[in-house]
Nanobody
Framework: QVQLVESGGGLVQAGGSLRLSCAAS????????MGWYRQAPGKQRELVAT???????NYLVSVKGRFTIFRDNAKKMVDLQMNSLKPEDTAVYFC????????????????WGQGTQVTVSS
């Protein structure tokens, strides 16, 4: 089993910054991909940013240049630095761990954190 615990959400004015953190724990040897997704009211969950264990990143087009994803493989943590926030960034942000190699040598897929609310006021 894998647990993901997020922190760092909150309320910020447009143009401000927030940093989200996610820590993974459990029977984990390594995690191939970690990332952040978000879901606004009435909308589908969407990928915000992902990062592989080797550091390859992928970003939602609308956040490129404003958000940066960081990862610490040893600590099994992933952060999302969000700058120049806009009201349209308001959503619940979810941490994701995909293709987890367990300490028993197996693979497990797509774990989610409980979500953290980010609200950007105009």
């Amino acid at each position: 089993q894998v647990q993901l615990v997020e922190s760092g959400g909150g309320l910020v004015q447009a143009g401000g910054s927030l940093r989200l953190s996610c820590a993974a724990s459990g029977s984990i040897f390594s995690i191939d991909v970690m990332g952040w997704y978000r879901q606004a009211p009435g909308k589908q969950r969407e990928l915000v940013a992902t990062i592989t264990s080797s550091g390859t990143t992928n970003y939602l087009v609308s956040v490129k240049g404003r958000f940066t994803i960081f990862r610490d493989n040893a600590k099994k943590m992933v952060d999302l630095q969000m700058n120049s926030l806009k009201p349209e960034d308001t959503a619940v942000y979810f941490c994701n761990a995909d293709r987890v190699v367990t300490t028993k040598g197996g693979y497990e897929y797509r774990y989610w954190g409980q979500g953290t609310q980010v609200t950007v006021s105009s």
